[in-house]
């Protein structure tokens, strides 16, 4: 099956400071990548859409220089809070849709973020 | 936007029991999918099913795409079960999932 990998699981920052989150398609590619943002027994709500070799897409409300999105390559793409803040504190999820006959998304396990 | 509606918000059953949750939209959709977010968080896939009825053991949905709902069955549920259940839909024309609020389930030993 189609597997999505994140790195880290787990960070714990300082406020002011950047954190990368990696995500990872890893046994397919994938031109287009989503990340979303999960708030403690809500739903996922997404940020943006990552699209490799251009901008990434935001959706409304979102922030695009606090989240800064880059999609290098069909497998990666990275999310960095920038100036973190505890506010931006939050669990952090990708998907990767496997495209074909469907267009079925896999999900990451997710990035748990702490700003102290 | 296409709305997702998911019931009931909390389901708690003893294990054994069967149980039946809802996945009703407000439009016509390309994709449904069905997912099982466990205790750490990670989003495991249970269905793709824009249309007809699947079923993976334990596990079956029925989607009804002219009455827009989806049913997902849990027969004789078992402890890890427990989790929220979330279903997401797509539109043509988009990329984007939309997901439900999603119900949360406690299967009790």
Redesign the interface.
């Known amino acids: 099956?189609a597997v999505v990998s994140q790195h880290p699981s787990w960070v714990i920052c300082k406020s002011g400071t950047s954190v990368k989150i990696e995500c990872r398609s890893l046994d397919f590619q994938a031109t287009?990548m989503?990340w979303y943002r999960?708030f403690p027994k809500?739903?996922?709500m997404?940020m943006a859409?990552s699209n490799e070799g251009s901008k990434a897409t935001y959706e409304q409300g979102v922030e695009k220089d606090k989240f800064l999105i880059n999609h290098a390559s069909l497998t990666l793409s990275t999310l960095t809070v920038t100036s973190a803040h505890p506010e931006d504190s939050s669990?952090y999820?990708c998907?990767a849709?496997l495209v074909g006959y469907?267009?079925?998304?896999?999900?990451g396990?997710?990035t748990?973020l702490t700003v102290t | 936007g296409i709305q997702v509606e998911q019931s009931p918000p909390d389901l708690i059953l003893q294990e054994g029991a069967n149980s039946t949750l809802r996945c009703n939209f407000s439009d016509s959709v390309n994709n449904l999918q069905w997912f099982h977010q466990n205790p750490w968080g990670q989003l495991i896939n249970l269905f793709y099913i824009p249309s007809g009825t699947k079923q993976n053991g334990r596990l079956s949905a029925t989607t009804v795409a002219t009455e827009r709902y989806s049913l997902l069955y849990i027969s004789s549920s078992q402890t890890t079960d427990s989790g929220v259940y979330f279903c997401a839909v797509r539109q043509g024309g988009s990329e984007k999932l939309v997901f439900g609020k999603g119900t949360k389930l406690t299967v009790n030993p």
């Open positions: 099956g287009t989503f999960q809500q739903s996922l997404l859409t669990f999820i998907s849709p469907a267009y079925e998304q896999y999900f396990p997710g748990r």
